[in-house]
Structures are given as C-alpha cells and as structure tokens.
C-alpha cells in the first residue's frame, strides 16, 4: 500500500497571502496524483489532477506540481473560500487507493 | 450536470447488515466504475471499493474485504454497497464517487451517514 505523508498538518495564512502544501508518496506514483478541497459538511471537490492538471472550474491560483514521490499544490493570493482541509489521493497503484490525511489551512 | 445521491444511511448495531444506494444522472453511468469513500467523524477519506462499470469486478480495501460487496443496475443508473457483519469502526460518511480517466474522482455525492453503535 502507498503511504501519502501530508505537511504541514495545520497552515495558517493571511488573506491574500500564498500557501503550499506538500504530499510524500512512500513510493514512486508518477504524475498519478490528484488533490482535493473539502469544506465542512461538504463532500471533496476536486482541484488537480495529473500532479498538475486543473479540473474543470478550478482558478488559476491553485496550481500543482511535482512527479514520483514529492508534489505540492500552491494557492496563491488565498481568498476566504480557500480556507478548507485539501487532500492528496494517489491513483497510481491500487487497490488500494489511498488519501493523505489532509491539510488545514486556517485563517491567521 | 452530473449528480450523485446516496442513500440508506442510519444508525445499526454491531453485526448487522446496511445497504447503501448511489443513485446517479448527467453522464453515460454505464462507462463508468464507481466508487465508494467514507470519512470517519473528524477523520481523513478512505477508499473503499470500486465496482467496474459493467459489475463483473470489484475491489475492497482491505479493512472491509470480505464484509462489503458492491453491486451495481445499469438500467436504475445505481450502484449499491452491501455491508454486513458491521464494527463501531465502520462509522463515517460514505460518499460514492464516480470517477475521470484514471482512478481520481471528478464528482462526489452528498454523503450518507452510518453510524454503528450499541
């Protein structure tokens, strides 16, 4: 099974200030690596595909990059809908697929 | 638009039986697999199964093989997950998720919740 490692667990950040997000795979996943956006009470939506890819409807301020075993998903200029929990799956070897455990970024 | 809507959630005891439903519109539901991920209260998301789009394969994780089942009416345009023998640790929302090209998931339902409790 691939272990996706998310930091920080916790990100505190001004409005319109940037933040990144990092996902570890324990193994090399390609570029097979999505992320999420998950408001409370809300199912995830998704963000990027691909390690870099934007799903349909998704700003440009949201970007990812990375390949293998290291990505990082950049919001820049964060604005208050972007304060959520942001997940990154692997789909590059299953089953099983597998989540990080997430990332809170918080208002400062 | 694609819309997804889960179903049969509730509240059981240990060792009992539950059958969830996906009710799916706005896509060709019979190319596609679908998928079942659940959130434990405060947790992260787990994977849980996948059903291929025209039921001949399924696939669990491993905390749930041989307990749940998946199921799926391409004529209803739903998917169903079986789930027996359930634990306290079965507790969580339970979205099903249908997904793109790969293995990533472009729409998600609401959610249903099971809660197993004594």
């Known amino acids: 099974e691939i272990v996706l490692t998310q930091s920080p667990a916790t990100l505190s950040v001004s409005p319109g200030e940037g933040a990144t997000l990092s996902c570890r795979a324990s193994q090399n996943i390609n570029f097979n690596l999505a992320w999420y956006q998950q408001k409370p009470g809300q199912a995830p939506r998704l963000l990027i595909y691909?390690?870099?890819t934007r799903a349909t409807g998704i700003p440009d301020r949201f970007s990812g990059s990375g390949a293998g075993t290291e990505f990082t998903l950049t919001i820049s200029s964060l604005q208050s809908g972007d304060f959520a929990v942001y997940f990154c799956?692997?789909?590059?070897?299953?089953?099983?697929?597998?989540f990080g455990g997430g990332t809170t970024v918080e208002i400062k | 638009q694609v819309q997804l809507m889960e179903s049969g959630g509730g509240v059981v005891h240990p060792g009992t039986s539950l059958r969830l439903s996906c009710t799916a519109s706005g896509f060709d539901f019979n190319q596609y697999g679908m998928h079942w991920v659940r959130q434990a209260p405060g947790k992260g998301l787990e994977w849980v199964a996948v059903i291929t789009y025209d039921g001949g394969q399924e696939y669990f994780a491993d905390s749930v093989k041989g307990r749940f089942t998946m199921t799926r009416d391409n004529s209803k345009s739903t998917v169903f997950l079986h789930m027996n023998s359930l634990r306290p640790e079965d507790t969580a929302v339970y979205y099903c998720a249908k997904h793109l090209r790969g293995f990533y998931f472009d729409h998600w339902g609401p959610g249903t919740l099971v809660t197993v409790s004594s």
């Open positions: 691909g390690a870099s």
């Open positions: 799956q692997q789909y590059n070897t299953w089953p099983p697929l597998t």
